[in-house]
C-alpha cells in the first residue's frame, strides 16, 4: 500500500508545479510530431539526413534570435540550404553523399556554435543545444504548438504520397507525380519539426527523435499505419516518463527523454514477437530441429 | 486470371505504343544511349535483349523522361512522355532487387499504389478503385494474398503483384524491368501467361531481360540493344548465333536460334 502511495505521489507530486505542465505539453507534442516523421526517416535511411538538417539549423535559430524572427524562419532558410548545399557539393565534386553531408552540417553547425558564443544574450542561447523544457516560455509553447500542427496537417493530407515516395519513387514518376517535390517537402517537414523539437531536447537530440521511435515501431509490426501508431505511442511515453525522470533526478529533460526512447528501443530490438532478436534465435532453433526443411517464404505468417 | 478481357484505358490513336528516335542519353563522360530508334506497335510483346551495361536501364528511364535526354525524342501512344505519365498511360514494373522487402507495405496497398494517379490530392480509395485493385488482384492470382506484406511473397508473386499495380492504374504500355530474374520456372509460366492476356487485351509490353530462351516463347518482337539498337524484329530473326555472339561475347553451341535454357543461362547472365 505503501509503494503504491509513493508511485501515485512520483506521478502526482510534480504536478503541482505549472512548469512541468508546460514541459510535458511540449515534450509530448514535440515526441508525438517527431515520431511521425521518424517512420518515412527510418524506412527511407535517412538519419544522417535527420542529423544533418537538425544541426544545420543552429546558425539560422541564433539569427532569427537576433533579427526578432520565430525560430521556424531561420531553421527553415538553414535547414533547406544545408540540404540544397550537399546536393551541390555532392554533384560537383568527386566527394561522396555521406562525406558531403558530413562536411556540410558539420561546417553549418560550426558557424553556429560561434554565433552563439560571441552573441550576449538574456535567453541562455545554450539551451538551443541541449534544450529547457522546465524553462520554455508562452512563445515558445506557442511556436511548438504551431510549427507541430503545420507538420501534421501536411502529414494528414500527403500521407500517401510520403509513403509511395518512399517506397518506389520510379512508379511515383511514372504516373506523373513528382518525386523531387515529395522529396522537398519531406525534408521541408523535418526541418520543422527539428524546430519543434529542439525547444524539448535541444538540437543535439533532436536527431535521435526523427530517428528512435520509427526504428522501434519498424521492430514491431508489418503494417505502416501501425508503424504510425507505435511510433507515436512509444515516444508520447517516453516523453511524459522522460520529464518525470527530469523533475526526480533533477536531470536534463531532453537526455531522460532519449534516454527512456533508446530503452524503448532496446526492448524492441531483443524481444519484438518477430523482428526481435530473441524471436530470431527461438525460430533458428526450432528449424535447426527439423532439420532440411527450408522455409517457404509465401507460407510465411 | 479468369477475368473477362477489359479493354486498357489507352486511347485507339493508332499511334505506336513507343515512338523514340535517335535517344541519346550521357551520364557524364559515359554515353548510356547512342542514337537508339525504337518502335513498338500498340498491343505487341517486345523484348529487350542486351548484355550488362548495354543500356536497357537506361532505355527505360529515358522512355519515361526519367533521365535528360543529350538528344532525340520520344513518343509513347503518340504523346510526350510527361503528358503519357500524367495519363496514367505507362506502368513500371521495377528489378526485384530495386524494392525493399521489408516496406511495411501490404499487397493490396502496393496495388492501390497505382490508382494514385486517378485520386485525389488526399489519395482517399473510392469504390471504383477497390473495384480495379480487386480486379486486378484477381487477373494476377494474387487475392488470396491480397493482406500479406509484400516480403512475405516469393519473387514471382511479387512480381505479380507490381503487375497488377500496372493492371488497377489501367496503363496500356508496361515497362517491365527483368521480370523473370530470380523467379523460380513455375513462377515463371504464370508470369508468362499473365502477361500474355495483357496481350491478347490489346496492351502493349517492353520486357527487358537476359533470357534469351524465355524471350523466343514470350514475345513477339526482340530488340538487341548495345547502346544502340542492333537489330530488331521476330526473335528468331533478332536472336542469330552471329548476333548474340556480338553482343553477348559467347558463341552458341549448335549455332541454335533458340538457345537452350540449362547450363547456359550462367553465361547469358554474366
Known amino acids: 500500500m505503501e509503494a503504491l502511495n509513493a508511485l501515485v505521489q512520483w506521478f502526482t507530486v510534480p504536478l503541482q508545479f505549472d512548469f512541468m505542465w508546460r514541459a510535458m505539453l511540449v515534450s509530448v507534442v514535440a515526441g508525438a510530431v517527431c515520431a ?25 535559430v ?40 558530413g562536411v556540410v552540417f ?20 545554450m539551451h538551443i543545444l541541449f534544450g529547457n523544457v522546465l524553462g520554455v516560455s508562452d512563445a515558445d509553447i506557442a511556436q511548438v504548438l504551431a510549427a507541430g500542427a503545420v507538420v501534421l496537417a501536411v502529414v494528414l493530407v500527403k500521407h500517401r504520397d510520403l509513403t509511395l515516395y518512399a517506397f518506389d519513387r520510379v512508379h511515383a514518376h511514372a504516373i506523373g507525380l513528382n518525386p523531387r517535390r515529395l522529396e522537398a517537402l519531406l525534408l521541408g517537414l523535418l526541418a520543422v519539426t527539428v524546430v519543434v523539437a529542439l525547444q524539448a531536447v535541444g538540437i543535439i537530440l533532436v536527431v ?14 508489418d503494417r505502416f499505419e501501425r508503424m504510425l501508431a507505435i511510433a507515436v505511442a512509444v515516444a508520447v511515453t517516453a516523453s511524459v516518463l ?24 532496446a526492448l524492441a530490438y531483443l524481444f519484438a514477437p518477430r523482428h526481435g532478436v530473441a524471436a530470431g534465435a527461438l525460430r533458428r532453433a526450432r528449424q535447426a530441429r527439423r532439420t532440411g526443411e527450408p522455409a517457404d517464404p509465401a507460407s510465411a505468417p | 486470371m479468369t477475368a473477362p478481357a477489359r479493354a486498357p484505358e489507352a486511347p485507339a490513336t493508332g499511334h505506336p505504343a513507343i ?22 506497335e500498340s498491343g505487341t510483346v517486345c523484348a529487350l535483349l542486351g548484355a550488362n551495361g548495354s543500356g536497357k536501364s537506361t532505355l527505360f528511364s529515358a522512355l519515361i523522361g526519367l533521365v535528360p535526354l543529350a538528344g532525340g525524342q520520344v513518343l509513347l501512344h503518340g504523346r510526350t512522355p510527361d503528358r503519357a505519365r500524367k495519363a496514367g498511360l505507362v506502368a513500371y514494373v521495377p528489378q526485384s532487387e530495386r524494392i525493399d522487402h521489408s516496406f511495411p507495405v501490404r499487397v493490396v496497398d502496393v496495388v ?34 491480397a493482406h500479406r506484406q509484400v516480403g512475405a511473397l516469393s519473387g514471382g508473386q511479387r512480381k505479380r503483384a507490381f503487375v497488377a499495380r500496372g493492371i488497377a492504374q489501367g496503363a496500356d504500355l508496361f515497362l517491365l524491368d527483368e521480370p523473370f530474374a530470380g523467379v523460380d520456372k513455375g513462377s515463371e509460366a504464370t508470369i508468362t501467361e499473365v502477361l500474355h492476356g495483357m496481350r491478347e487485351e490489346g496492351r502493349t509490353l517492353l520486357v527487358s531481360t537476359h533470357d534469351l530462351a524465355g524471350a523466343g516463347e514470350l514475345c513477339d518482337r526482340a530488340v538487341l540493344l548495345q547502346r544502340r539498337v542492333l537489330a530488331e524484329g521476330a526473335p ?25 535454357h540449362d547450363g547456359q543461362e550462367a553465361a547469358w547472365r554474366r
Open chain 1, 242 to 265: 522522460g520529464t518525470y525522470l527530469s523533475f526526480h533526478l533533477d536531470a536534463a529533460t531532453g537526455g531522460a527523454v532519449v534516454a527512456v526512447q533508446a530503452c524503448a528501443f
Open chain 1, 106 to 125: 558539420t561546417a553549418l553547425f560550426a558557424v553556429g556554435v560561434l554565433l552563439v558564443s560571441k552573441i550576449p544574450s538574456q535567453t541562455d542561447l
Open chain 2, 112 to 145: 492501390m499504389m497505382g490508382r494514385y494517379g486517378h485520386m485525389g490530392p488526399m489519395r482517399r480509395p473510392r469504390a471504383a478503385d477497390r473495384r480495379a485493385v480487386a480486379e486486378a488482384l484477381e487477373r494476377t492470382g494474387l487475392s488470396h494474398l
Open chain 1, 62 to 101: 541564433v539569427l532569427s534570435y537576433l533579427l526578432g524572427l520565430p525560430f521556424a524562419v531561420g531553421a527553415l532558410v538553414f535547414g533547406a540550404g544545408s540540404v540544397a548545399l550537399i546536393g551541390v557539393v555532392n554533384r560537383t565534386s568527386r566527394v561522396k553523399e555521406d562525406a558531403a553531408i
Open chain 1, 36 to 60: 511521425v516523421l521518424s517512420c518515412w526517416m527510418t524506412l527511407i535511411g535517412w538519419s544522417l539526413m535527420g542529423d544533418a538538417v537538425s544541426h544545420a539549423v543552429l546558425p539560422g
Open chain 2, 236 to 260: 528468331e530473326q533478332v536472336l542469330t548465333p552471329e548476333r548474340l555472339a556480338e553482343v553477348f561475347g559467347i558463341t552458341a553451341p549448335g549455332a541454335s536460334a533458340r538457345p537452350r
Open chain 2, 19 to 40: 515512338d523514340a528516335r535517335g535517344l541519346t542519353v550521357r551520364y557524364g563522360d559515359v554515353l548510356a544511349l547512342d542514337a537508339a530508334d525504337l518502335r513498338v
Open chain 1, 208 to 221: 535521435a527523435m526523427v530517428i528512435v521511435p520509427g526504428a522501434t515501431a519498424y521492430l514491431l509490426t
